[in-house]
């Protein structure tokens, strides 16, 4: 899948580490890493108002509110207690009913996107639906979350634990990666409660691209090896033991995961590491 770029120019940002090393060999005394990335991370958050910290009682600026059963749930909206500040709590009633935040919000087309939300699930399902009509059919695209908590068909002495449903108290990310279709130009994000006695709190809405380009370029001094490694710790790349005397390295990593941040560590022949993170702080 494509990733979209501007108009007039690609979108790209440069980051430049020169790191001084305590080195043995003068000609190797530094490096410099540099970092091209596109499109640059963090990627834009598309979603209006996505941590709710504006709006009324009951619901978040830029976000619509409703059931599908008149007075078949309810909305609020609390200032504290979220995983930054404000937060939206939804109760559905009954499971004849659903209970959904929604917002339209703009894409590319045939383009690949990261969607999602923070959710603290105490019953029920949570759903995270992303839909829209192309050429009269519908773009549909899931992900739910579901808690046994509350369900009326549990007897009161089997614990949560017990079952597979996740903490009450504990907020759980609900999302996945979906392409959009030739000719869509728009997705309609809905977060809430999907025909189940329900009830959670939703936090930190999130729609933006899934993939970047990162390019890694290390010169200024003798370089024996590079790597490129996740905050989660995954190996990226491994240029592994290089030829004596190299002393420029460049490397293109294509198709990289846009919720990451990523490190870079060049190794001097003397075994001196000079590493540098991208993007710098999350």
């Known amino acids: 899948m494509r990733v979209p770029r501007g108009a007039d120019a690609p979108v790209r940002t440069l980051f430049v580490l020169a790191l001084l090393c305590a080195c043995l060999i003068p000609a190797s005394a530094e490096l410099q890493i540099t970092v091209t990335v596109d499109p640059a991370l963090p990627v834009p958050n598309l979603m209006q108002n996505a941590e709710f910290e504006t709006g009324d009682e009951r619901k978040p600026e830029a976000w619509g509110?409703?059931?599908?059963?008149?007075?078949?749930?309810s909305f609020a909206r609390l200032i504290e207690g979220g995983r930054s500040g404000a937060f939206i709590r939804v109760e559905s009633f009954t499971s004849q009913t659903n209970a959904y935040l929604s917002q339209v919000a703009p894409v590319e087309q045939d383009t690949l996107y990261r969607a999602g939300?923070?959710?603290?699930?105490?019953g029920g399902?949570?759903?995270?639906?992303?839909?829209?009509w192309?050429?009269?059919?519908?773009?549909?695209?899931?992900?739910?979350?579901?808690?046994?908590g509350s369900a009326p068909i549990v007897p009161d002495f089997v614990r949560l634990e017990w079952t597979d449903s996740p903490s009450p108290d504990e907020w759980?990310?609900?999302?996945r990666e979906f392409s959009t279709w030739k000719g869509q130009h728009h997705v309609n994000m809905h977060l809430g409660a999907y025909?189940?006695?329900s009830?959670?709190?939703?936090d930190g809405a999130f729609l933006g691209l899934a993939r970047t380009t990162l390019t890694v370029e290390v010169t200024g001094g003798e370089i024996a090896r590079v790597r490129v490694v996740s905050d989660a710790g995954n190996e990226v790349w491994d240029s592994g033991e290089l030829a004596a005397g190299t002393?420029?390295?460049?490397?293109?990593?294509?198709?990289?995961?846009?919720?990451?941040?990523?490190?870079i560590i060049a190794t001097q022949p003397d075994g001196t590491e000079v590493a540098a993170w991208y993007p710098e702080e999350q």
């Open 247 to 263: 002393t420029a390295v460049r490397h293109e990593l294509p198709d990289l995961p846009t919720d990451a941040r990523y490190r």
């Open 125 to 132: 399902t949570m759903v995270m639906w992303m839909h829209w």
């Open 65 to 73: 509110a409703s059931t599908s059963l008149p007075r078949g749930g």
């Open 172 to 175: 759980q990310w609900v999302g």
């Open 195 to 197: 025909f189940d006695r």
């Open 199 to 202: 009830s959670m709190d939703i």
């Open 134 to 148: 192309v050429d009269e059919k519908r773009f549909d695209e899931r992900a739910y979350l579901h808690s046994w």
């Open 117 to 122: 939300a923070w959710v603290r699930l105490r």
